[in-house]
C-alpha cells in the first residue's frame, strides 16, 4: 500500500501558492518522526470537527426509543429511496415521520401511501395539486407544504429523532441548519453541509451536541475504523478511488472524452453528475475536504489510493502502524444504515445485504492516482488548505461545470479548467469565517461566475471565426 498520493505531492497545485502560502514538502530527519506523527491531528486549524480523530460512545447516553423516528430530505432521490429501504426492513427499529421531495410526485405518492408520514414538503409547489389527487384515497392524509420552508418543517419535525439529509446541493444547507438548532442528529448525505458549510455547521453542532454521521461510503468507512480509538490513536486517512471511467485510458486519449464515456462508470450505478466528478476524480477532493472537517486530520495527513475493485471504502492507519479498513461489496445501504443505527449494529438479511465472499471477491489492487489524468485533486487540496469560502465555491463551480458538460457546452477537459480559473477569481473575496448567507451567496455567485465565462468565452470564439 505504498502506491499513495501523498497531500504534500499536489502542494503546488495550480493556485495553492496564491491561497495557501505552504511551506516546502517536510523531509523528516531519524529521530524526527514521533514528534510529527504524534502532533498530525493538532496540526488542524479548522472548526471544531464532527470526530476529532475517534468515535466514542458516552457511558451514561440515553438510548433512543424505538422505533427511532426519521424526517427525511429527498426522499425521492437514490439516498432517499434506499432510506426507505432500510426503514420497511427495520419496521420495529425505524419510523418515517416526514419526508421532502423534489418535483417526483409519482414516486412521492407511492412513498406516502407506503409509510404514512404526517408531514410532506414538495419543492415544486406548482404540483401540489397533482400530488393531492395522487393520493386521495389514503386514508391517513398528511399535511403538505412546499419550497424551502417546507423542507425546513420537515427537518425541524418535533417527532423526529434524526434527520437523512439526500438534498443535493446547498438547498440543503439551510434545513440541516434548522434541523441541528432544534437538536436533531443529522445523517449526513449532503456534501455541501460540510464542503461548503463546515466553518458555520461545525460549531453550531457541536452548541446543540449534535451527531453528524456520514451516510457516504467512504467516510462511513473511515467513521467505522475509528470506533475506540484512544485519543491521538489516529495518523492517517486513506480514502480508495475506483479511478472512474477512465482509470485505464491514457491521458493523451482524454481529448476525445464524449458525454456517454463519462457516464461509464465501473463499478457504481449513481447519478449522471457524481458518475462524471468520479470520472474527474473531482469526488474524491471533495471527500478529502469533507475527511477534513469530519475527523480533524491535516491535509497532509489524508492520502489518496486508486482501488478499481472497490471493495476496500477506505482505511485509516494508526499510530503504531496498523492499518484498519472496511470492506463490502459496493452498495450504499450499509453506510446508511450505520448512520441511521449508530451505535448499535443491527442484522440483515443476506438478500438485502449480501455477506462479502473473500472467494468470489478476487485480488484486491492499488495504484496511484495520475496527476495529469486527475487536475482535479490538486485543485481541491488547494481549496481545502485555504478554507473558509474557497471549498464551497470549488464545489459549486464544479457542480455548474458538469451540468454544462453534460449538456454538451463545454468539452470534458473543460470542467477542472474552468473550476479552477473561478477558484482564482474569489482569491480576494474570501472569507475564512463565513455566515450562513455568505455562504449560501458565494455558492450561487460560483455557479453565475461559470456559467458567464462559458458564455463569455463562447461569444469571443463566435466573434474570432
Known sequence: MTALLSSQAMLTGPFSSALCGHAAPRVLKRGQEKSVITTCLSQYSGPPP????????????????????????????????????IIQEHPEQFELVALGAGSNIELLADQIRQFQPSLVSLNDGSKVQQLK????????????????QGAIAVAEHPDADAVITGIVGCAGL???????????????ANK???????????????????HI??????????????????????????????????????VEK??????????????????????VDSATLMNKGLEVIEAHYLFGVDYDNIDIVIHPQSIIHSMVETQ???????????????????????????????????????????????KAPDDAKYPAMQLAYSAGRSGGTMTGVLSAANEQAVEMFLDEKIGYMDIVKTVEKCCDAHVQELLLKPSLDEIVHFDQWARDWVSGNVKTAKSREAVAA
Open 50 to 85: 464532527a470526530w476529532p480523530g475517534r468515535a466514542v460512545i458516552k457511558e451514561h447516553s440515553d438510548k433512543v426509543k424505538l422505533p427511532k423516528k426519521f424526517s427525511l430530505l429527498g426522499s425521492t432521490g437514490s439516498i432517499g429511496t434506499q432510506s426507505l429501504e
Open 192 to 210: 455541501e453541509t460540510l464542503i461548503a458549510g463546515a466553518p458555520y455547521v461545525l460549531p453550531l453542532a457541536q452548541k446543540h451536541g449534535v
Open 320 to 366: 503504531d502502524s496498523s492499518v484498519l479498513a472496511q470492506l463490502g461489496w459496493p452498495s450504499m445501504r450499509i453506510p446508511i444504515l450505520v448512520t441511521m443505527s449508530w451505535p448499535e449494529r443491527l442484522p440483515c438479511s443476506d438478500q438485502f445485504c449480501p455477506r462479502l465472499d473473500f472467494v468470489k471477491m478476487g485480488d484486491l489492487t492499488f
Open 254 to 275: 482524454m481529448k476525445t472524452i464524449k458525454v456517454a464515456d463519462a457516464l461509464k462508470h465501473p463499478n457504481w450505478s449513481m447519478g449522471r453528475k457524481i458518475t
Open 213 to 250: 454521521l456520514p451516510a457516504d461510503s467512504e467516510h462511513s468507512a473511515i467513521f467505522q475504523c475509528i470506533q475506540g480509538l484512544p485519543e491521538n490513536g489516529l495518523r492517517r486517512i486513506i480514502l480508495t478511488a475506483s479511478g472512474g471511467a477512465f482509470r485505464d485510458w491514457p
Open 174 to 188: 439551510q434545513p440541516t441548519c434548522r434541523a441541528i438548532e432544534a437538536g436533531k442528529d443529522i445523517c449526513l
Open 133 to 148: 389527487e395522487l393520493i386521495k384515497d389514503v386514508k391517513k392524509q398528511p399535511d403538505i407544504m412546499t419550497g424551502q
